[in-house]
């Protein structure tokens, strides 16, 4: 395992094999840090390649789906093993390819690794369950059974933490699994199928096709055989996907995109609130789906807020994410930098411009952005900038805040800083988010103990990093047996027949 050089034409994993693209077309993955750094050739697949995928998949799944769950567990365990001695190289992989800074490209693969442990555990666990008879004649089983071969689409945040997200409770339900990472970010998604098969997945049991979303995922989404589908990105591709998949009548899983408030109450402590604030803000460059893009504050508080909010912010070092004490790197893309340098100008006109950080000219740097006075119907309070973009609201007082921070298409992620506990409990039952974080940032969920994932436009309530994920790749069964026999009819098939036929001949 190696980060891949700049010429390396990379293939599929399609069926056990590496298979070049039936395209013959190939792109660079570019170091958004400096663009002139190519991390290799990826596929530029077409549906052919989708079809070779599914096919691979749909054979391997009968086997695959009879495989003990403890076993499918030890092989993500194995895995993990063997990710665990490349962390250095996958944090380097990840900066290089998503530009985030190398102590959080870390964080990500630690956070990978956490989550193939955790899943690789699941395998161990029992996943149905035997319900109370209402008669001693009856026995009544819950089984969860594989949904059967699944399509999952990745997006370039979080390249190595999310595909582990899906890809690792897919396999332990049971699951064969064509795998599409996001075209800008292919290499640490490659670099966990290399270990997936090292580790002893037999062939298509995971197969990884990369290539335009526009061009391969109609295929991978509406083959008949696909039985589900779990999608991250954003919601204009998201919302299309629920509606193919619904006509098909299969499981489709969206986690979409995020509006985050975080309030700030009267008595915060801003020790706390402005530095947690900062980094769920900027940390990679506010493009992580869970980053603080409304910051709503009590008026009592409102000056103090932006005074030392500003004086922080001044603190951030925009740069090449390896280089240390750097604590934001560049964003995706030409295209994201454009839209998000558009997004401020249209922002200087609607709100006061109170703080813009210096960035390196080259390179797709976009420098953090602090506007104040900003109104819940402007745009910088409604759409998804995804971006080193923070907007500040005041607001009279905590009812104001809380149907501020409400209203929105959006339900990810939000944020309360405050000392008053009569407060804090009236925040945690009414802030509408799928997680809620109290006095401290609004990033970075543990796996295990805070499953992560929203509703309302953000999702439908999935909760990645917890064991009820693994429902959404399996389908319930009730069997009811009346196990009352009258008589013993002795059973004549050949499974039933031979061991006691080996056994009988052992003992003659
Ligand atoms: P995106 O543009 O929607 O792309 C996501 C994935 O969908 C990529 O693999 C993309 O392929 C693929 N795709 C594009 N068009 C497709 C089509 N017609 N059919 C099937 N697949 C298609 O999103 P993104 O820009 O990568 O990700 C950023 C978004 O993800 C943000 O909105 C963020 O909030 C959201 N997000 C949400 C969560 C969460 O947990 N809720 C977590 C992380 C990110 P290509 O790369 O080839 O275009």
Redesign the pocket.
Known sequence: MQIPRSDERHRNLIGGEWRPPSTGEHEPCLNPADTREVIGLWPRSGAADAKAAVDAAAKAFPDWSRTPGPERGRILGRAHQILKAKIDLLAEALCREEGKTLSESRGEVMKGLNLLEFYSGEGFRTHGKTLPSETRQSLMLTLRQPVGPVTL??????PFA?PVWKTAPALVAGCTVVL?????TPVCTHLLAEALVEAGLPPGVINVVT????AI??A??DDPRIRAVS????????L??YERAARRGIKVTC????KNPVIVDSDADLDEAIVDTIYSAFGYQGQK?SACSRLIVLEENYDRVVKRLVEAAASLRVGNPEEPGITVGPVIDETAYRRMLETIETGKKEATLAFQGEAPPEGFFVPPTIFTDVKPHMLLSCE?I?GPVLSVLKVRDLAEAIQVANDTDYA?TAGFFSRSPANIERVKAELVAGNVYINRSCTGAVVGRHP???FKM??GGTK?GGGDYLLQFMVPRVVTENIMRHGFAPDTTPEFREPFGAAMAERD
């Not at 599409?180 to 800008?184: G, I, T, V």
């Not at 986690?255 to 995020?258: A, D, H, L, R, S």
């Open positions: 689409i990745t997006p370039w945040n979080f999310i599409k990472p996001a075209s800008l290539g335009p979303g526009g995922g109609n991978l989404v999608f991250t990105g954003s919601n204009s591709v998201g299309k996907l986690e979409m995109g995020g789906c998804e995804f990810l992560f994932g929203g953000s999702g990645a």
